[in-house]
């Protein structure tokens, strides 16, 4: 094999490990969807905040939001979901999201966590925000 060739070859191998690398450190990012339920009739107002990237936005019956977290977190990271609407009282949750995995999260037509279709591994990862109404409950 000539030596031009060699390089040739080298550089794919090279090529093809990097984009290995990006796309392992892609898939190990931990995700967060939110499914809110057809069955809703409200629209929703809500914040999503990863580690102080915040977004606000619009959520509509039937659609879903999400983020990705850190993949290396910090004892200080967070991800924090807040969401109301105008006859729906406000509610917020903390999410320690798990590394290698998305959480799916589902909210019912009133707004609550469902619980029937968030999984309990899910379910164990988030917690009421201080001084809110139960996301769980009516």
Known sequence: MPASEKKLHLGRWLTGFVCLLVACWYLALPRVVIYYSDEGSEEFKYVFNTQH??????????????????????KDFFMMFNWWAGTIPPRCIYITPKRWRTMDIYLDGNGRIDITKTAPDVIAHLQQCPDQPDPFRP
């Open 53 to 74: 990237s915040i977004f606000r936005r619009d959520l509509m019956p039937g659609e879903t939001t999400g983020d990705a977290g850190h993949i290396f977190p910090d």
